[in-house]
């Protein structure tokens, strides 16, 4: 035999998953809007997010946030991107 299976470890390593809150692109082309999405760091942009907290439109500056749904994730040790914190300070 050439190749043999490789053994599991008998202690299973517990990995935590660090969760983002980004923006997410949605929208025609040249009429975005952004989506303010809580996801998981490894996945893709446009991957599936674990929650959505709010919407940006930058041609209108308009602006809808889930405060307390923020606040809910960043307590639970979410981090929050440049661009997110950018938006909330304006």
Known sequence: MLFHACKRPKFALKFTT???IRLERRGKTNHPFY???????????????LEILGSWNPHTD???IKK??????????????????????K
Not at 36 to 49: F, H
Not at 72 to 86: C, T
């Open 62 to 64: 308009e602006k809808n």
């Open 18 to 20: 660090m969760v983002i």
């Open 35 to 49: 989506r303010i999405v809580a996801t998981d760091e490894r996945k893709k942009i446009g991957g599936k997010s």
């Open 68 to 89: 307390e749904a923020l606040k809910k994730w960043v307590e639970k040790g979410a981090k929050i991107s440049p661009a997110v914190k950018k938006l909330m300070e």
